[in-house]
């Protein structure tokens, strides 16, 4: 069955779930309200279809997935279930079950727990949404036959996408790190040297680290620190992922560079990054 969405908000990622939806012949809708020019041009290129307020886009839809940084994640479903949308909600933002199971108590019964794992969806093959919850398989029916495979699982979506996430991001992190106390500690070339004798491509995987987290790096602070909170929930040490976490703030004022090197990057790691207010520019909604 066809249905009506609200996809709250067409970022890179959030562009490409739209457009596998419009694909299959969903109609989605999305708010240009505040949003960026670059936004707009994502959003008409996937094929979404304008709305002039929130209220007037949830009268007119069944259902809303949310995908946006995960520290605005329980304000967009605050702001959704303030207009009374009684449909299904489905968040699938990198958020620690914990948030979810706030997001939940916020939306109601329609709450569907997602977790996207992978590029944008705009080949098939390479991105995965994983949900989970009672109306986990009409969501994933949304998507058949897309670029992007939804999957239902057993359990909680967002711990899988905590638990991936956990080593991915987590290990980059660790890998600029170590790099910039490489730097401070004069031992850079040494260090290359060693790996690539006892770690080959390790020094080329660290290189290619900056250029695909620096200007992403705004958004997978918050990650961290939600994928922390997971660790500590469950009893386990949350302290590496702090400490990931504060490595991409440091990096957050290379947000949507087009190009990043590893100097810039070890440039911010070694001088503190962006600071608090640097921080709050860089981690607005």
Sequence with gaps: MKERILLLHPGAMGASV????????????????????ATASRAQDAGLVAAETLAGALAEVEAVISVCPPHAA???AAAVAG???????????AVSPAT?????GVVGAGFVDGGIIGPPAWRAGLTRLYVSGEEASRVAGWFEGSPLDARV???????????????TKGSTALLLAIRALAEQAGVSAALRAEWDISQPGLGDRSERSAAAAGAKAWRFAGEMREIAATFAAAGLPDGFHLA???????????????QVDMK?????????????EGAAAADGP
């Excluded at 979810?100 to 939940?104: G, N, V």
């Excluded at 990931?244 to 087009?258: F, I, N, Q, S």
């Excluded at 810039?264 to 608090?276: C, I, K």
């Design 244 to 258: 990931a976490a504060e490595t991409y703030h440091r990096l957050a004022p290379l947000k949507d560079a087009r």
């Design 264 to 276: 810039a990057a070890l440039a911010l790691l070694a001088g503190g990054g962006a600071g608090d």
């Design 74 to 76: 329980l304000e967009v």
């Design 153 to 167: 699982v057993t359990g909680s979506a967002s711990a899988l996408k905590m638990c991936y996430a956990a080593y």
């Design 18 to 37: 739209g457009a596998a939806l419009h694909g299959n012949g969903h109609v989605v809708r999305w708010l240009p309200a505040g949003r960026s020019a």
């Design 83 to 93: 207009q009374g949308f009684a449909g299904l909600y489905v968040d699938a933002n």
């Design 100 to 104: 979810a199971t706030r997001i939940a």
